[in-house]
């Protein structure tokens, strides 16, 4: 089971980038996907999960508002939506699979599969 990030890169303030996450159609019809952020010396942050298929979504109060999660079953992709980013939003990025609630989302340790960090960084 793999999952593959992709999107990241350079933006000014303000702007948008979008991330996605390949997956495989079983394990997003049976695990709920998470995105989380980290930045150098900080600890892995959540930033936005939705339940398997996409039915539910949660998001980090930073985000909220900013950022959107959506599914695409027939892609089998994952996708972050990010707009008017700001320098905060800065890190390395990572979608996760997990069998997570509303109550673990949050919760790094509850996910099992990750993929590999896609690096953003908003310039001021």
């Known amino acids: 089971v793999q999952l593959q990030a992709s999107g990241g890169g350079l933006m000014q303030a303000g702007g948008s980038l979008r991330l996605s996450c390949a997956a495989s159609?079983?394990?997003?019809?049976?695990?709920?996907m998470g995105w989380f952020r980290q930045t150098l010396g900080k600890e892995r942050e959540f930033v936005a999960a939705?339940?398997?298929?996409?039915?539910?979504?949660a998001y980090a109060d930073s985000v909220k508002g900013r950022f959107a999660i959506s599914t695409d079953s027939g892609k089998n992709t994952v996708s972050l939506q990010m707009d008017s980013l700001k320098p905060e939003d800065t890190g390395l990025y990572y979608c996760?699979?997990?069998?997570?609630?509303?109550?673990?989302?949050?919760?790094?340790?509850?996910?099992?599969?990750w993929g590999q960090g896609t690096q953003v960084t908003v310039s001021s």
């Open positions: 939705t339940s398997p298929n996409g039915a539910i979504t």
């Open positions: 996760a699979a997990g069998r997570i609630t509303t109550r673990t989302k949050a919760d790094p340790a509850m996910y099992h599969i």
């Open positions: 159609a079983r394990t997003l019809s049976t695990y709920g």
